[in-house]
């Protein structure tokens, strides 16, 4: 995501991946921040992280309610269709993980903390 708040890739991918897919997404985007959730595994992966060649700066985040977020995120990103709609939303299952949506609104919290100084 751009400092414009521009989505520009979002993706869940293996834990076993996260390097390579970095390594790869910077032959096209500029990442020079990494934002992370603060909570379970946090040091672990900058840890992982700090292997990267030019490693890029690491903010953590407060991940609190950031699943249960995502998945509200995610029925605004993709409606429910046909009779699934007609469903409440508390009633309906997300089909897929939502790890993508959370790391998007981990960075709109870095992004409005800037903004708020």
């Known amino acids: 995501m751009g400092l414009d708040r521009t989505l520009h ?12 897919q970095i390594q790869t997404l910077r032959q096209t985007f500029p990442i020079s921040l990494i934002v992370m959730g603060d909570q379970t ?7 992982k992280l700090a292997q990267l060649e ?7 985040i407060d991940e ?3 699943s249960l977020e995502a998945r509200d995120r995610y029925w605004q990103m993709y409606p429910p269709k046909g009779l699934s709609r007609l469903l409440p939303q ?4 997300v ?10 609104l981990l960075i ?8 708020q100084k």
């Open 9 to 20: 890739y979002h993706e869940v991918i293996s834990a076993e991946a996260v390097l390579a």
């Open 41 to 47: 595994g946090a040091q672990d992966w900058k840890a």
């Open 54 to 60: 030019a490693v890029p700066s690491i903010i953590l």
């Open 64 to 66: 609190r309610y950031s």
């Open 90 to 93: 508390g009633l309906r299952s």
């Open 95 to 104: 089909p897929r993980p939502v790890d993508d949506i959370v790391a998007i």
């Open 108 to 115: 709109e919290r870095y992004l409005s903390r800037l903004t």
